[in-house]
């Protein structure tokens, strides 16, 4: 049988044209029997495509022209397999090619699709992790492994990976044929390229694990270390703080101790300046304390019993301690001291009275220090007075009698020295101040009168108080200021008023006071104020039995207190000493018949001394910052008419009842003649309005 007819080289060069010439038409084409898709950027064959677009398209029982296409293509194919053999059977032959078609499509296909292009990118990638493992172990840890040394022969083979095996599945894809060793060789490279991948990056994975796990050992090494210093560091914080903290408690103790011991012997100190009690002095405070004993607690004791034995002890409260009292006291003692609450009671009464005579004691030392304390003052302001090695002298002596005392009545002995060399210099501070007050009064009124015939006069009594500043002798202080004061009061201050010789009370009944809102204590005060001054005195006996009975019916008006509420008055001065303290004077005025305003008194804080000897607190009688009175000092003025209260201050003396004639703490140490004329009165501030 023929397989072709006389046309059969035409046909077969025709054919063979087409399918050599025309690939790339039957790449591209869109087939009906597409069993993968087309390969994107390549110029690999689909076999199958050719079979389904060709063969498949072919009827072979049709018989005649479809029949010789067949054969023609069949003969066609044997040339393109380079297959002189292939079976000319329609289903071998189809299934065969189809099969080795498919297979070949599928091989390029998943390739090309897959990763494995990028194999070498991907170890080249996971050796430089490698490196840095193993710089990280070199640099930063100076450690060295033989992992590390393998890193070059992996670099090469990796160089060697990335070239031949690509090449050589390139060179079999590019292979125009069709058969099933081909099929194989591919699929061998393609395996040899996944089992190369597999087998570098395990080498890599390898050795990156060794040294990773010899880096993560260092790094566990040196933290356990550094935990280990740290726990280590702590501890001998600890035991340094432990140890501290118990060298300090030691010390505070010791201290603690030491204070203890220190108050006790300063205590037993004070309490041996105090006489030793005699046996019958003993015996009397046991009764006295045992007698108020009872009457806190009635039930304690059987009272007829306590009655009985309490008898046979009168001799001891007679100031008598025979041998039978000694007998009868050692009884009531065994009978008492079975009482819990008595013995306790005897205990703390024992125990005040100790605390009492300590506190005595305390109280003359810190007086004692008070008056040190006020002549070093003095000693800093008045370096060069001639009264320093006086004040130097106490303030030895004071010293010393703190520690040398032998006695209690001793340091009360030295409080007194000390209390005459305050009153002296408290007394010369007084004077000086009043001198220098009265040298600006008289400068003052030269200021405006300077021509006047007044002025040699003057000069000499400014000169007599500058030499008695300096001086600083109490009576030629006293002197001088009384000469001033008298001139000041006869030749500047002299009332224009006539004082007449008409009866006193007379003349004040018809006095008109325009400020009919005074307190009543007030007017009464003022009146007699008016009759004291109007009263002609014709020496100094006269004068002062004025004063006598000035200041007598004055207390009488004030009572005892001395306490006045919300009198009126005129602001005179408003000040403050150096110390910030407020110091204040306000005169009290009024209108005579003629309706002229005429000063009365004056009352002021100026000057005052009070110290109470039992405590050794001093009240100077001036306003404490921080007070409501302070406060209220701010809004008022020189000049301004205002409502005060308070209390006059009256002499220790008259409120104790030793004097019945030196009744009021007088601002002046002046004539009579000033102080009936212009009185001052010193006063202790508790409201201003």
């Not at 597409?34 to 049709?62: E, L, Q, R, T, W």
Request: hydrophobic residues 35%.
């Amino acid at each position: 049988m023929k397989l072709f007819n006389k046309n059969h080289k035409f046909f077969l060069y025709f054919f063979t044209f087409i399918f050599f010439f025309t690939s790339t038409t039957f790449v591209n084409a869109n087939f009906r029997y597409i069993s993968f898709p087309a390969i994107g950027n390549s110029n690999y064959i689909s076999f199958n495509k050719i079979f389904n677009d060709h063969v498949m398209g072919v009827c072979p029982g049709c018989g005649g022209q479809y029949l010789e296409h067949y054969n023609e293509i069949v003969a066609a194919l044997r040339h393109l397999t380079k297959n002189k053999k292939l079976k000319v059977r329609w289903d071998d032959t189809y299934e065969n090619l189809r099969k080795m078609s498919n297979s070949r499509t599928t091989l390029i296909y998943n390739y090309l699709k897959s990763n494995r292009s990028n194999y070498p990118k991907t170890l080249t990638k996971k050796l430089n992790q490698l490196k840095s493992s193993c710089k990280t172990l070199n640099e930063k840890h100076s450690k060295k492994n033989k992992a590390c040394n393998e890193i070059q022969n992996i670099a090469n083979e990796i160089i060697d990976y990335s070239n031949t095996p690509y090449d050589e599945v390139k060179r079999l894809f590019d292979l125009k044929e069709l058969s099933l060793d081909l099929n194989s060789k591919i699929n061998k490279q393609i395996n040899y390229i996944d089992k190369t991948f597999d087998t570098l990056e395990g080498k890599i994975y390898k050795n990156k694990r060794i040294i990773d796990s010899e880096i993560a050992n260092i790094l566990k090494i040196k933290e356990e270390k550094r935990i280990a210093e740290e726990q280590r560091i702590a501890e001998e914080k600890r035991i340094a703080k432990e140890k501290k903290d118990k060298e300090a408690k030691r010390i505070a103790e010791e201290k603690r101790i030491a204070e203890e011991k220190r108050i006790a012997l300063e205590n037993r100190k004070k309490l041996s300046l105090f006489t030793v009690e005699t046996d019958l002095t003993k015996a009397q405070d046991y009764l006295k304390n045992l007698e108020k004993f009872i009457e806190e607690n009635p039930n304690s004791f059987d009272i007829l019993t306590m009655a009985k034995m309490l008898n046979k002890l009168r001799p001891i409260y007679e100031g008598k301690l025979t041998e039978e009292e000694y007998n009868n006291l050692e009884s009531l003692m065994e009978y008492t001291n079975k009482s819990p609450k008595f013995v306790s009671f005897i205990k703390t009464t024992n125990k005040n009275k100790q605390t009492v005579n300590i506190k005595k004691v305390d109280d003359e030392i810190q007086l004692i220090n008070n008056y040190v304390s006020f002549f070093n003052s003095y000693l800093k302001g008045n370096i060069k007075s001639i009264h320093a090695p006086r004040i130097i002298d106490r303030i030895e002596k004071s010293q010393n009698i703190i520690d040398e005392a032998t006695k209690f009545s001793q340091l009360k002995e030295e409080n007194k020295l000390n209390k005459d060399l305050d009153d002296f210099l408290k007394t010369i501070q007084k004077e000086i101040k009043s001198a220098n007050l009265n040298i600006k009064k008289f400068t003052d009124y030269l200021k405006k009168n300077i021509s006047s015939e007044l002025t040699p006069s003057i000069l000499i009594e400014v000169e007599k108080l500058e030499k008695a500043i300096l001086s600083e002798i109490g009576f030629k202080l006293i002197n001088a200021n009384h000469s001033a004061n008298n001139f000041i009061l006869e030749k500047i201050e002299k009332p224009k008023e006539e004082i007449t010789t008409t009866n006193a009370e007379t003349n004040t009944n018809t006095t008109e006071y325009k400020s009919s809102n005074l307190p009543e204590k007030q007017i009464k005060f003022i009146e007699t104020i008016k009759i004291a001054k109007s009263k002609k005195a014709r020496d100094d006996f006269e004068k002062g039995t004025i004063l006598v009975e000035r200041d007598k019916r004055l207390s009488e008006i004030l009572g005892t207190s001395g306490l006045v509420e919300n009198w009126i008055g005129v602001v005179e001065r408003r000040g403050t000493d150096s110390h910030g303290k407020g110091e204040l004077t306000i005169k009290i005025t009024s209108k005579n018949n003629n309706g002229k305003i005429k000063e009365d008194f004056n009352v002021t804080n100026l000057n005052i001394m009070i110290i109470n000897f039992y405590t050794g607190d001093v009240n100077d009688g001036l306003i404490e910052p921080d007070t409501n009175v302070y406060e209220q000092m701010k809004t008022i003025r020189k000049g301004d008419k205002v409502k005060f209260s308070g209390n006059f201050v009256y002499k220790e003396d008259y409120l104790k009842g030793k004097s019945k004639t030196d009744i009021f703490h007088s601002v002046q140490m002046w004539s009579k003649t000033v102080q009936l004329k212009l009185p001052i009165f010193g006063f202790i501030f508790t409201k201003l309005n």
